[in-house]
C-alpha cells in the first residue's frame, strides 16, 4: 500500500496570504495525484487532479505541481470559504490512498 | 452532470450488518467506476472498494473479508454492505464515482451517511 504523508498537519494563514501545503508518496505515483477540500457537514469536493489540473469550476487560485513523490497544492490568497481540510489521494496504484490531512485556519 | 444520493441505516448494533445505497443521477452507470469512501469521527479518509458497471469488485485488503459492493445497473443504483460491525466501524460513509475517462480520483460525492455503532 502506498501511504501518503501530508504537512504540515495544520496550517495558520490570514484572509489575502498564500498557503503551501504538501503531500508526499511512499513511491512513485506519477501524476496520479488529487487534491480535495472538505468542510464540516459536506462531502469532500475535488480541487485537482492528475497532480495540475483543475477541476471543473475551480478558481485560478488553486495550483497544484509536483510528480512522482512529491507534490504541492498552492492557494494564492486565501479566501473565507477556503478555510477547511484538504486531501491528497494517490491513484497510482491499488489500494487508492489519501494523506491524513492538512487543516488550513485562520490567523 | 452525475449527481449522487445515498441512503441507509444510521444505528447498529455491533455485530450487525452495515448496508448502504447510493443511487446515480444524470450520468451513463456504464462510464464510471463507482466507489465507498468512509471517515471515522476525527480521522482521514479511507478507501472501502469499487464496482464498475460489469459488476467487478476490488476491495481495500484492510477490509475486504467484510466487505461486498454491488450494482444494479437496471436501477443505476450500488450499494455496500459491510458484516460484522464494530465501534471501529463508526464513520461517516460516502459513494463516489470515478470517472473512466480521466482517472480514479473521485467526482462527485454522495452526501455522505453518518453511521454509529453502539454495543
Known amino acids: 500500500e502506498i501511504v501518503m504523508t501530508q504537512s504540515p498537519a495544520t496550517l495558520s494563514v490570514s484572509p489575502g496570504e498564500r498557503a503551501t501545503l504538501s503531500c508526499r508518496a511512499s513511491?512513485?505515483?506519477?501524476?496520479?495525484l488529487a487534491w480535495y477540500h472538505h468542510k464540516p457537514g459536506q462531502p469532500p469536493r475535488l480541487l485537482i487532479h492528475g497532480a495540475s489540473t483543475r477541476a471543473t469550476d475551480i478558481p485560478a487560485r488553486f495550483s497544484g505541481s509536483g510528480s512522482g513523490t512529491e507534490f504541492t497544492l498552492t492557494i494564492s490568497s486565501l479566501q473565507s470559504e477556503d478555510f477547511a481540510v484538504y486531501y491528497c489521494?494517490?491513484?497510482?496504484?491499488?489500494?487508492?490512498?489519501f494523506g491524513q490531512g492538512t487543516k488550513v485556519e485562520i490567523k | 452532470q452525475v449527481q449522487l444520493q445515498q441512503w441507509g441505516a444510521g444505528l447498529l448494533k455491533t455485530s450487525e450488518t452495515l448496508s448502504l445505497t447510493c443511487a446515480v443521477y444524470g450520468g451513463s452507470f456504464s462510464a464510471y467506476y463507482w466507489s465507498w469512501i468512509r471517515q471515522p469521527p476525527g480521522k482521514g479518509l479511507e478507501w472501502i472498494g469499487e464496482?464498475?458497471?460489469?459488476?467487478?469488485?476490488t476491495y481495500n485488503p484492510s477490509l475486504k473479508s467484510r466487505v461486498t459492493i454491488s450494482g444494479d445497473t437496471s436501477r443505476s443504483q450500488f450499494s455496500l454492505k459491510l458484516t460484522s460491525v464494530t465501534a471501529a466501524d463508526t464513520a461517516v460513509y460516502y459513494c463516489a464515482s470515478q470517472w473512466l475517462g480521466g482517472g480514479s480520483y473521485f467526482d462527485p460525492w454522495g452526501q455522505g451517511t453518518l453511521v454509529t455503532v453502539s454495543s
Open positions: 513511491q512513485s505515483v506519477s501524476s496520479k
Open positions: 489521494q494517490q491513484y497510482g496504484n491499488w489500494p487508492l490512498t
Open positions: 464496482i464498475n458497471d460489469r459488476g467487478s469488485a
